[in-house]
């Protein structure tokens, strides 16, 4: 196992496309604490609220990739619990959003706070109340994990030794960790100059990061109120012709995943005929290895360099989206 090449898939496209969704809690946790601060903190707070969030996704994830290793893919959450979390994600960034913003003091109650013990404890030290909350979030991170990361799982089953599991996910975390610094980082320090405009941008980019994070889910789901199916519909006149050919009567059609998503990404076959669908991969870490296509009952994760192949009878007209499990990635098929 090359510990290495899964720190530099961390490193480059697993830092990106995590950061896509973990990095709204890590700005969120920090722009509620710097917002409930009376005096503007000093950089060594910053850094205690990132490497607090970082320590505990990191903890989680070590657990995890031992638990995979030792237990096989029995941990592993289910495409619907996936889903689910990364719901209360979204939630949890709106939530956040309306309290940065003072839409109604009812948003306070659901920040993250230490328990009453804890706030004993912790009571006039300002450094360890303000990482309690990155710490909460990045320790729960472990539930809403990215295509990428999820990749990392499969390995870590696949090792079938708990301490190979742990330290194929602890790589993985630690290539992680430049990206959510820049993020953490950027958003402290721009908090400490222009306090009032960053809470307002904050917020904004939080409402923008959650909308991302349903409209994802929406796109898993196959729901047909999705921006990339809307998108498909206004773009592509319904009742296009096939752009599959028939060969001893089956539709055979091959979706290559590349690191940026699906190549083709839209196609049309014909009702009542099978079609032979082909997924391919080359040497590609990306979120869109880990493949959806709920419609027809679809959810794997295509190794790279390999391809799968799935076949199946489409019998009624209409739309239907396939995407990676995040949603971040996604295609359309038509049948007329």
């Known amino acids: 196992m090359n510990y290495w090449l899964i720190f530099f898939t961390g490193l480059t496209s697993g830092g990106v496309t995590c950061a896509a969704m973990q990095g709204g809690l890590l700005v969120s946790a920090i722009a509620s604490y710097k917002k409930d601060l009376q005096d503007n903190p000093t950089v060594l707070f910053d850094w205690l609220a990132v490497l607090g969030f970082m320590v505990a996704k990191f903890i989680s994830h070590f657990m995890l990739g031992f638990g995979l290793g030792w237990l096989g893919s029995t941990v592993s959450l289910s495409e619907n619990a996936r889903l689910f979390f990364q719901g209360v994600s979204a939630l949890i960034m709106i939530v956040s959003a309306l309290n940065l913003l003072e839409v109604h003091k009812i948003f306070?109650?659901?920040?993250?706070?230490?328990?009453?013990?804890?706030?004993?404890?912790?009571?006039?030290?300002?450094?360890?109340?303000?990482?309690?909350?990155?710490?909460?979030?990045?320790?729960?991170?472990?539930?809403?994990?990215?295509?990428?990361?999820?990749?990392?799982?499969?390995?870590?089953?696949?090792?079938?030794?708990?301490?190979?599991?742990?330290?194929?996910?602890?790589?993985?975390?630690?290539?992680?960790?430049?990206?959510?610094?820049?993020?953490?980082?950027?958003?402290?320090?721009?908090?400490?100059?222009?306090?009032?405009?960053f809470l307002h941008v904050a917020a904004f980019l939080l409402i923008i990061m959650s909308l991302y994070s349903v409209n994802g889910i929406l796109t898993a789901i196959d729901s047909p109120y999705s921006v990339e199916r809307v998108v498909s519909v206004l773009r592509t006149p319904i009742g296009a012709a096939p752009t599959t050919s028939i060969t001893n009567g089956i539709q055979k059609v091959t979706i290559n995943i590349t690191n940026s998503g699906y190549t083709p990404r839209t196609f049309t076959v014909k009702s009542g005929i099978p079609v032979e669908l082909k997924v391919m991969t080359g040497d590609v870490y990306s979120c869109a290895t880990a493949f959806t296509f709920k419609a027809f009952g679809i959810n794997t994760y295509v190794k790279p360099n390999t391809n799968q192949v799935f076949t199946f009878t489409p019998n009624k007209q209409g739309r239907y989206t396939f995407s990676c499990s995040m949603g971040m990635y996604s295609g359309t098929m038509e049948v007329i």
């Open 108 to 197: 306070r109650y659901f920040s993250f706070a230490p328990p009453a013990f804890a706030r004993r404890l912790i009571k006039g030290n300002q450094a360890l109340g303000s990482i309690f909350a990155p710490t909460i979030l990045g320790f729960l991170t472990v539930l809403i994990p990215c295509g990428v990361t999820q990749a990392m799982e499969v390995q870590a089953v696949v090792s079938g030794s708990p301490l190979q599991g742990a330290l194929i996910m602890g790589s993985f975390v630690l290539g992680t960790v430049p990206m959510f610094m820049v993020i953490g980082l950027a958003t402290a320090r721009l908090s400490e100059t222009w306090r009032s405009t």
